[in-house]
């Protein structure tokens, strides 16, 4: 092991096994694919840094010499197809281990990341296309997802090359392929090296009062990660972490990439055909996962197995987030394993600004005290700090400077980025409470976000889409608990004229919103209401529907 993270971070021991104090360190001109994979791959080629398997019996394990390899075969390959610095490629790869070749590819070349889900349909595509200028789309074979590019691409033409990983497509260009006929790869120098100041990643995100927005990050969001790897997965870097995601999500780089990269720890992928709690386990005892993180939803079906059929005496530590955690959840998951879950808090704008660090005691239900990585505060309406008990909103006080980790913005945007970030704090929208020994506890949006299974969903979008069929007059969209996925979407809707309520109907709209965009926001809860509630200005009250919701129990 180098011990290549200390050159991003200094800390202090508490004596006592933990951290008491650490600062992130920036070097000039970072850049994560040549100073960490292609550093380790130098001194350490045969280390080990990914298990891949998937559901049809395939398995491959890639060194770190292995992915120099094969990011310079990447970084090659998309040039010579015209991708420069600055371009934007989107990359819909699922858990293919092909996307990590083209994300490090990229990251070489300065070219723009843009990971997104499987599940997009074509109007989806076409806004995301369209917004972020998109030059080259990189895609799975599996599914529907490139029939829907096709299809998005006769609205816009500005998709230079479409490339398939893991199948075949009339007009496509197969990445294996051209991987192997890609020319020898040279490093960008002078103006062509990205530098730390460059953007590195774009994500789209939903918002409630608008499609989802474009949010930046640079060259030095990598970096913060190490926080998420070395205190709150706590990965062994001779172990195998595994963090449940599908690469389109934010997610991934958290708990595949970035941070567990820094610390030379091996990152485990099960490229898996969809979830299903027994395959998962037994993966995780065959290949001796050692550390784990997953949302809510996950944990709640682990625990509805008989988890003492599964070896699983590798596991040394289990995280969480993406949802509140249900104390249930945290009390029989111990019970079956002995692990505690530590909890953590963070935004596709952020890394993890809260979290319940190894070393620190576990208080079920609570994200942990704030990271020292960030000024973290809690604000009142007023923007007063809270008292202990009292719940505020979590911000972060930047002072307008840029602090590694955060992004850069909204892409193209300055006004919904002041919106959110201004007199040198940061707004989350997020809002918790506070106890006595600076623990959050969170109590949630400030807005309308819905949090279903661990994907995060705007309401605007849904509605946008409920709102094309003709049996639509005005309707709203919000959460309702769910025992299982902690929310689900539930649409109130107001019928046109001519138009009863009916079961067939429910099914019809549920159907029609499967279709018309990602299938997992489409809502399973329908109501036909004669009004919707709204304040005297016209807004839909959402915060009366959801009350209405938990009253009844739904």
Excluded at 83 to 108: C, E, N, P, S, T
Excluded at 325 to 336: G, I, R, T
Aim: proline residues 5%.
């Amino acid at each position: 092991m180098l011990g290549l993270y200390k050159n991003f971070i200094d800390e202090t021991e508490d004596g006592k096994g933990g951290i008491s104090s650490f600062r992130l360190k920036v070097p000039d001109n970072f850049n994560f694919a040549y100073d960490v994979v292609d550093r380790i791959a130098s001194d350490e080629p045969d280390r080990r840094a990914m298990v891949w398997c998937n559901d049809l019996g395939e398995e491959r394990t890639f060194t770190f010499g292995d992915m120099k390899r094969e990011s310079d075969k990447a970084a090659a390959f998309f040039m010579k197809n015209g991708i420069v610095k600055g371009d934007r490629v989107m990359l819909i790869l699922i858990r293919h281990y092909q996307f990590w070749f083209a994300m490090l590819g990229l990251h070489k070349i300065g070219a723009i990341a843009i990971p997104g889900t499987n599940q997009l349909q074509v109007k989806d595509l076409v806004y995301r296309f369209r917004m972020a200028d998109v030059k080259m789309i990189v895609c799975t074979g599996l599914g529907d997802i490139a029939g829907h590019v096709d299809e998005a691409c006769l609205e816009y033409d500005g998709i230079k090359n479409k490339v398939i990983v893991r199948g075949s497509q009339t007009g496509w260009i197969d990445f294996d392929s051209g991987l192997e006929g890609a020319p020898a790869f040279n490093k960008p120098v002078g103006e062509g090296y990205a530098s730390t100041t460059d953007i590195l990643l774009l994500y789209f995100t939903s918002g409630t009062t608008g499609m989802p927005k474009m949010v930046v990050h640079d060259h030095s969001y990598p970096i913060a990660h190490l926080v998420t790897a070395r205190y709150w997965h706590k990965v062994d870097p001779d172990g195998l972490h595994l963090t449940v995601s599908e690469t389109g999500w934010a997610k991934s780089v958290w708990g595949k990439l970035y941070g567990q990269w820094i610390m030379e720890a091996g990152i485990f992928v099960y490229d898996m055909d969809r979830f299903v709690p027994d395959s998962l386990l037994r993966r995780i005892s065959q290949y001796g996962v050692t550390t784990f993180c997953a949302p809510p939803t996950i944990y709640r079906f682990l625990i509805k197995e008989d988890l003492s059929k599964y070896d699983l005496s590798s596991l040394q530590h289990c995280t969480i987030a993406g949802e509140a955690l249900n104390p249930e959840v945290y009390d029989q998951f111990l019970k079956a394993t002995g692990l505690e879950l530590k909890e953590g808090f963070g935004q596709t704008e952020t890394t993890l600004s809260a979290a319940t660090f190894y070393w620190m005691k576990t208080k079920p239900g609570s994200m942990g005290p704030a990271s020292a990585a960030y000024d973290v505060l809690l604000l009142d309406e007023d923007g007063t700090p809270t008292e202990p008990g009292a719940v505020g909103e979590i911000t972060i006080r930047t002072n307008n400077d840029k602090v590694t980790g955060m992004f850069l913005g909204y892409l193209d945007n300055p006004e919904l980025t002041h919106s959110v970030w201004h007199g040198g704090i940061y707004h989350t929208g997020d809002t918790a409470w506070q106890d006595e020994d600076g623990y959050l506890w969170y109590v949630g949006r400030m807005d309308d976000i819905i949090k279903s299974s661990g994907y995060r969903i705007g309401p605007f979008e849904v509605e946008s889409v409920l709102m094309e069929h003709p049996s639509v007059l005005e309707c709203a969209v919000t959460g309702a608990p769910d025992p299982v996925r902690g929310s689900v979407i539930k649409a109130t809707i107001v019928l046109a004229r001519g138009y009863t309520e009916s079961d067939d109907l429910s099914k019809e709209l549920q159907e029609y919103v499967k279709t018309h965009t990602a299938p997992y926001k489409y809502p399973r809860i329908i109501e036909f209401v004669p009004s919707l509630p709204k304040t005297i200005s016209g807004k839909i009250m959402r915060k009366d529907l959801r009350a209405s919701s938990e009253s009844k129990g739904e």
